[in-house]
């Protein structure tokens, strides 16, 4: 019985186990939620023991107890509320603080430590001395907003790596034209040589399809039309492979950019309600609250917009790394069927 020509182009098992075990190689984090975890310690950390340092806020006196008498530097290292037991100031020490009218006289014991853990009188009295212990005013939002800024830093580095290693070790750009140089000779076997020296996505893509080029070239069975399918499906194949490695984690930067401005948003909103509420008490305004709640609002805000302004940035500046790479994959793909059918 005469054999059957096939209509269509059959993958073999080879080819199969082929597919099944390709993968990019493209570098990047694949659990970008681990990420987001990480920041979000880093970002407590750095508002607890950074931005709510004592040292970035005025000095205030530990009392005891019952709040009726300030604390003092002891003789013996531990703190007292006698002032004939308390140390007294140096001369040097009173020098070092510009004050000669200080030697002799006790040494209060001042809050030491995280303006987390403050007792409330000591919080209450201190006040921010520079941008750092302001912006620890900004409230329990501070944190989720440093969270999102530092995601967004660390995505972006993150990209910026992965690209990297996507775009390979040269000019893509001149890769493209060798490439289209070597296709124009007939020579895919340098075509090859210049992909393993390339590296990276698109010489991947290429690669590929240069092998399949040769597949075809070899085969005696399928038509010239068949042929030049099974090539572009090649390429298309490839290629699909190569584009989720490109785009993660960018999903998450996009999100971050509306995120970001709502966060920041909730943390202004929250601040001025704090300051109504500091000027709807009876009697006089309370101006420490009042100056509270207007700056958390103020830091939220800042917070916010910083966030989604580097989430935006960030972002269009990827996609448009990504498409420059897309179109020349498109571009040498096309070459590459183009020059098959017509050498064939």
């Known amino acids: 019985m005469e054999a059957q020509k096939p209509n269509s182009p059959q993958p073999r098992p080879a080819d199969k186990a082929k597919g099944q075990a390709q993968k990019s190689k493209v570098r990047g984090i694949k659990n970008a939620f681990l990420v987001i975890i990480a920041c979000f310690i880093v970002a407590v950390c750095l508002f607890l023991f950074v931005f709510g340092s004592s040292s970035h806020f005025g000095k205030v006196q530990l009392m005891n107890e019952t709040q009726t008498a ?27 603080l510009e004050d000669e009218a200080l030697e002799g006289t006790p040494i209060p014991a001042y809050y030491s430590g995280s303006m987390a853990f403050a007792p409330e009188y000591v919080s209450k009295n201190a006040h921010p001395e520079d941008l750092v212990g302001t912006v620890f005013k900004g409230g329990i939002i501070v944190p989720v907003l440093q969270t999102l800024l530092l995601t967004v830093l660390v995505l972006s580095v993150e990209r910026a790596i992965a690209l990297k ?9 001149k890769f493209v034209s060798d490439v289209k140089k070597c296709l124009a000779r007939n020579d895919i076997d340098g075509a090859q040589a210049l992909c393993k020296k390339q590296k990276g996505s698109v010489a991947a893509v290429v ?3 240069l092998n399949r080029y040769k597949e075809m070239d070899a085969n005696t069975v399928l038509t010239k039309e068949q042929k030049v399918a099974t090539l572009q499906k090649e390429v298309e194949e490839a290629m699909a492979v ?4 490109l785009q993660q984690n960018l999903p998450i ?3 971050l950019t509306t995120l970001g401005t709502l966060v920041g948003l909730l943390g202004t909103v929250i601040g ?5 509420q500091a000027l709807s008490a009876s009697g006089a305004p309370d101006s420490t609250e009042l100056s509270t709640g207007i700056s958390e609002a103020l830091i939220n805000t800042a917070f916010g917009i910083a966030t989604g302004a580097f989430a935006v940035i960030s972002y269009n500046f990827y996609t448009n790394k990504i498409d420059n790479l897309t179109y020349a ?3 040498i793909g096309f070459s ?9």
């Open 207 to 209: 690669s590929a399809a």
């Open 329 to 331: 994959i498109d571009e």
């Open 165 to 173: 290693s996507a775009k390979g070790t040269g000019s893509i750009s």
């Open 70 to 96: 300030g604390l003092y530097e002891g003789k013996d290292g531990k703190l007292t509320e006698d002032v004939t037991k308390a140390a007294a100031y140096t001369k040097e020490q009173a020098k070092e």
């Open 336 to 344: 590459i069927v183009q020059s098959f059918a017509a050498t064939h």
């Open 272 to 276: 001025m309600i704090k300051s109504f």
């Open 242 to 245: 190569e584009m989720p490695s």
């Open 253 to 255: 930067v996009a999100t």
